[in-house]
């Protein structure tokens, strides 16, 4: 799987990110929605999260889209805005593959040279088993927390475990002043300023 490309996702690869996670909301656990949302919420969805400067990319081969990752706010308290939350989907032909790490590896370089302190991983179904459980312990992340029985699907209760990477000294520094979730904070509070 060395040809695997890992870039930054555009609108065209829209339909291909729509498709990788109608499967993950329809067949499986790690996302707690119960209906897949329509291509126009999944380009609403990523509109926002790259306007907010947030990392969004793809794993390509041939010039098929084989899995999709991003971080976004994990909460839109400004207190939080040094944490991020992750999401890794790969396309179900494509599992197995070292997909989902070349993805996450990517991910958090991005997440890093923005500024961010912290990513968490919210999963769905976390049991000790999981992929996604599996796949984060790989890169370095420790368990945080879980949630008992906090979601309902496919007609069992699940548990939502949290995961945690300290980035660019965590909570030992203060903050970057130049770092992304710093200078869009300034910018929005100059911008409350004004109006």
Do not use: C
Request: aromatic residues 8%.
């Amino acid at each position: 799987m060395s040809n695997i490309v890992i870039r930054a996702a555009g609108a065209a690869d829209l339909d291909a990110i729509t498709e990788i996670y109608a499967d993950a909301v329809t067949h499986g656990t790690a996302s707690y929605e119960l209906e897949p949302p329509s291509r126009a919420e999944m380009g609403t969805r990523f509109a926002t999260l790259t306007a907010g400067g947030f990392p969004y990319l793809v794993a390509e081969k041939d010039g098929a889209v084989l899995g999709y990752a991003y971080a976004g706010a994990f909460r839109p308290r400004p207190a939080y805005r040094f944490i991020v939350e992750d999401s890794v989907y790969v396309a179900p032909d494509a599992k197995g593959q070292g997909i989902g790490v070349k993805l996450m590896q990517a991910l958090i370089t991005a997440a890093e040279a923005a500024g961010f302190r912290q990513i968490i991983a919210v999963i769905g179904d976390g049991h000790a088993d999981s992929a996604s459980v599996r796949l984060h312990e790989k890169l370095g992340f420790r368990h945080s927390g879980r949630l008992e029985g906090s979601g309902y699907k496919h007609g069992r209760w699940l548990d939502t475990v949290f995961m945690q990477l300290s980035l660019n000294g965590g909570a030992s520094l203060p903050p970057d002043p130049a770092s992304l979730p710093e200078r869009k904070f300034r910018e929005s509070l100059r911008g409350e300023l004004k109006n």
